[in-house]
């Protein structure tokens, strides 16, 4: 098991998904349920599959009780995982909710691009009005890679949600994520 604070997996952006929380917890007013925000979290990762054929933060997937999930992006929420750059942003308060710990201007959502903020934006539009379990519901009824668990969790992998949001190239867009990873390690040793 990961230690509290240390680094997660290599190639994860820790530093967009920390980011990316706190837009959402600003979209929602300083403090959003944890069950919305790592789902708000997921959709803008399927999404930025879908548009560009590339995963924005390159978490692992996994299938949950409550749905699928980005798994280091939840650790890192949950304080896990990468805690330095993720008290930068949000933290929990109480079991349920995240509070936003800073204002997240542009000038300060350094590791996001413009196109990562269009992606969130359309995310927020589509699924910020809904509640928790009804984001649950949906990513239960609308996302094919996930598969349903009562305990435990079942990975999702790359090729199974680049096939699930329509890529007839699925297994090369997966191994493309593959060796970003395999990059990042060796650059990392």
Not at 40 to 68: C, F, N, Q
Not at 75 to 92: A, L
Not at 167 to 182: G, I, P, S, T
Request: charged share 30%; proline share 3%.
């Amino acid at each position: 098991m990961r230690g509290f604070g240390q680094i997660g997996l290599k190639g994860y952006r820790a530093d967009k998904a920390a980011e990316e929380a706190a837009f959402f917890a600003n979209k929602a007013g300083g403090e959003i349920e944890k069950l919305k925000l790592i789902k708000l979290i997921y959709l803008t990762e399927r999404e930025s599959m879908t548009v560009r054929a590339r995963p924005m933060i390159y978490d692992e997937m996994y299938s949950l009780k409550h749905g699928p999930i980005c798994s280091n992006a939840l650790n890192g929420i949950n304080g896990e995982v990468d805690r330095p750059v993720w008290s930068k942003w949000v933290r929990i308060h109480g079991s349920k909710d995240v509070r936003l710990l800073r204002e997240p201007s542009r000038a300060k959502l350094e590791h996001l691009s413009d196109s990562d903020l269009k992606l969130m934006e359309r995310v927020w539009t589509r699924f910020g009005h809904m509640t928790s379990a009804q984001i649950r519901k949906w990513t239960h009824d609308n996302c094919p890679e996930y598969t349903a668990v009562e305990d435990g969790r079942v990975p999702i992998s790359y090729s199974e949600a680049f096939k699930s949001v329509g890529h007839e190239d699925a297994a090369e867009l997966a191994d493309d994520v593959v060796q970003y990873r395999r990059s990042e390690a060796a650059l990392a040793s």
